[in-house]
């Protein structure tokens, strides 16, 4: 059985004016999306901040998720690094907290071979006895998971269960699905590409539109779910003017300032990100109110 079905949202990390991790705002968000509609909680991602989060920070970030989610919703820890010993560490002290899932991005940097790759993961997987979602967007890593590596990865290992897949590839989903005989959780990486990815047997999403449209992000996966395709393909397309605007510049910048224009508070970002430009905040702000969602 899959971790969740439907859409998970790639959680933002709320920051006090200096920059602390504000651990009340927090516990705001979880109940937001416990109470929205939203399926699992993805703490400590990409849109988490989690690079610049310190190691303390993060493992308190994932703990409090934990805590603070009461089993209302699976709760799936991003622990991946480029070091395989401190994915080891993180991983299994973030199942020794309780989660449900571990979320593990390739190795950045370290251009690891598509053999390192497979050892990495054995590794991890060897150590923290939990389901692992391996997480391939080489736009950011400048690696890629080759579909044989998925498939390989999980046949061999009971606790590799799944890939988030973030290529914008679909041919690359395609055969990822056709090697694995279909048998693996599939999640989109990619919001404008929720349906798509169902079509070819995809499990859901792990979404940063879902931060500010939850319930819009959860019905298109139910809809599709449910046998309506044409209604889960009007709410993806009427949902493109805006997550192409919620990445109108690196992700978690717009995403970031679009909570916090619906009065959510949630503070800055860590250096090295910066501030949405302001025709960057307006074009945002209009996609927006455009969608229905309601700003402060």
């Given at each position: 059985m899959a971790i969740f079905t439907g859409a998970g949202v790639a959680l933002v990390t709320p920051f006090h004016e200096d920059g602390s991790v504000n651990f009340d705002k927090l516990?705001?968000?979880?109940?937001?999306?416990?109470?929205?509609?939203?399926?699992?909680?993805?703490?400590?991602?990409?849109?988490?901040?989690?690079s610049t989060l310190?190691?303390?920070?993060?493992?308190?970030?994932?703990?409090?998720?934990?805590?603070?989610?009461?089993?209302?919703?699976?709760?799936?820890?991003?622990?991946?690094?480029?070091?395989?010993?401190?994915t080891i560490d993180m991983s299994k002290e973030a199942v020794e907290d309780g989660v449900d899932g571990l979320l593990i991005v390739t190795p950045y940097y370290n251009k690891a071979t598509q053999?390192?790759?497979?050892?990495?993961?054995?590794?991890?997987?060897?150590?923290?006895?939990?389901?692992i979602i391996m997480y391939s967007v080489a736009s950011r890593t400048g690696l890629n998971i080759a579909p044989e590596t998925v498939a390989t990865l999980v046949k061999e290992v009971p606790n590799i269960v799944g890939v988030k897949e973030a290529s914008g590839n679909i041919s690359q989903v395609a055969r990822i699905m056709s090697l694995t005989d279909g048998n693996i959780d599939l999640y989109s990486g990619n919001d404008d590409q929720i349906v798509p990815l169902l079509s070819l047997g995809g499990k859901g999403v792990i979404s940063v539109l879902s931060n500010v449209a939850p319930k819009e992000t959860h019905d298109i996966c139910a809809k599709y779910?449910?046998?309506?395709?044409?209604?889960?393909?009007?709410?993806?397309?009427?949902?493109?003017?805006?997550?192409?605007?919620?990445?109108?510049e690196v992700n978690?910048?717009?995403?970031?300032?679009?909570?916090?224009?619906?009065?959510?508070?949630?503070?800055?970002?860590?250096?090295?990100?910066?501030?949405?430009?302001?025709e960057h905040e307006k074009s945002l702000a209009q996609a927006m109110r455009d969608f229905g969602i309601k700003l402060a």
């Open positions: 516990d705001e968000l979880i109940d937001y999306h416990c109470e929205n509609g939203t399926d699992s909680l993805i703490i400590c991602g990409t849109t988490g901040e989690s310190s190691e303390e920070e993060h493992m308190q970030c994932i703990k409090f998720a934990v805590e603070r989610a009461k089993h209302r919703l699976p709760v799936i820890a991003g622990t991946g690094s480029n070091a395989t010993y401190t053999s390192g790759l497979t050892a990495h993961y054995k590794a991890v997987a060897a150590e923290a006895k939990a389901p779910f449910a046998g309506d395709v044409q209604g889960a393909c009007e709410l993806q397309l009427k949902a493109i003017p805006l997550i192409e605007q919620l990445f109108c978690p910048i717009p995403v970031k300032k679009a909570v916090n224009l619906m009065g959510m508070e949630c503070g800055g970002l860590r250096m090295p990100l910066t501030e949405l430009s302001p």
